[in-house]
């Protein structure tokens, strides 16, 4: 017998194999919280067999090459091995870009029902990366089948992720989501990093801001990680890096104190750039400290271009959240 977990995260993926739990264990950690989507030719083409696909677009990149071969499956799409396998699980991660990778998967393979009855999600809701092997092995949630009336809500929320609004994503709040037990969680979670009715930031802008309240702060503070303060989760590291700059290298600064950047690959290469950067003093300027205090817009002060699913958000057509009323508000 053949036994496959897919799941989001290369830590996650690795502590799985160590416990035996399967026989073929594949992480899929395309970044789908961040920068525009994919287009409907690259999306399709992901989950296809290798052909033309370049690095990065293929659901087997994020497997060792040498682990490919060794298991015999490089190339493949998942359909086709989904077909080879007796038994497949989903252990999608805790954060909203793992729901969204699911969303995708799910609604990738739908139309076959012969892979389809392969399938079973397991909602594990923590770090499997942060398991031992002997804990993880005794981790094992309800495998749940799919049924036809979760596929369709998979469709549902998948579409209303890539569309031109977030209307459709908010939407979802009306339905009936159990079927997804995770799906209303990171539904929210996402509306949560629209900028806010009065503040113009999102939350996780809002946690950074919060940390850096105090004022003398290094950079390491405000990042997310295990046993870190910054409790937010839908970006990762570069992510939270680009907010970071965001608010500090803007027209009207909301942080001071950083003292290198942009945040890139070239900075982190740079031993000289990067620990300059890591000695940072932070602090919030008095914009900082109003938007912090619900006081002031920071969009009034600052352009804003960045995508959001599969709306661009600008400062001409900009949506925002209203956190207390978990209300979405459309552009004027």
């Given at each position: ?29 395309r ?30 990149d ?15 799409g ?10 497949v699980?989903?252990w ?12 995708w ?37 309800p ?35 159990s079927?997804?037990?995770?799906l ?7 509306l ?7 503040t ?10 919060e ?46 104190g ?13 031993a ?6 890591k ?15 619900g006081?002031e ?14 709306t ?16 979405l508000?459309?552009?004027?």
């Amino acid at each position: 017998m053949t036994r496959l977990i897919v799941t989001t995260d290369s830590s996650a993926a690795g502590a799985i194999q160590r416990a035996g739990l399967a026989d073929l264990v594949i992480a899929i950690e395309r970044r789908l919280v961040w920068g525009p989507l994919p287009s409907d030719a690259e999306l399709e083409a992901f989950f296809a067999p290798r052909t033309t696909q370049p690095h990065g677009l293929h659901w087997l990149d994020d497997t060792p090459s040498w682990r490919l071969e060794e298991w015999g499956v490089k190339g493949l799409g998942v359909i086709e091995l989904l077909l080879g396998c007796e038994s497949v699980e989903l252990w999608p991660g805790p954060e909203p870009n793992a729901q969204l990778v699911l969303l995708w998967l799910l609604d990738h393979c739908r139309s076959e029902r012969a892979a389809v009855s392969k399938l079973a999600l397991r909602h594990v809701g923590i770090a499997v990366g942060d398991v031992g092997p002997e804990r993880l092995a005794k981790i094992k949630p309800p495998a749940i089948k799919p049924t036809q009336d979760c596929l369709e809500l998979v469709g549902r929320a998948w579409r209303a992720y890539r569309a031109a609004t977030p209307q459709a994503w908010f939407d979802l709040l009306k339905a009936d989501l159990s079927l997804l037990p995770q799906l209303e969680r990171h539904v929210v979670d996402l509306l949560e990093e629209l900028p806010g009715i009065t503040t113009g930031v999102g939350a996780t802008e809002t946690r950074i801001l919060e940390l850096i309240a105090p004022g003398e702060v290094q950079p390491v503070d405000v990042f997310p990680g295990h046993q870190k303060r910054n409790e937010r989760r839908v970006f990762d590291y570069w992510e939270v890096g680009t907010l970071l700059d965001g608010l500090a290298r803007c027209p009207v600064p909301a942080v001071s104190g950083l003292e290198e950047g942009p945040f890139s690959l070239d900075m982190h290469e740079d031993a000289l750039r990067h620990a300059r950067y890591k000695q940072s003093r932070l602090s919030l300027t008095d914009l900082g400290r109003a938007v912090l205090a619900g006081e002031e817009d920071f969009c009034r002060y600052n352009p804003i271009t960045r995508w959001w699913g599969g709306t661009l958000l600008t400062s001409e057509r900009l949506w925002r959240w209203d956190r207390e009323s978990r209300f979405l508000i459309a552009p004027d």
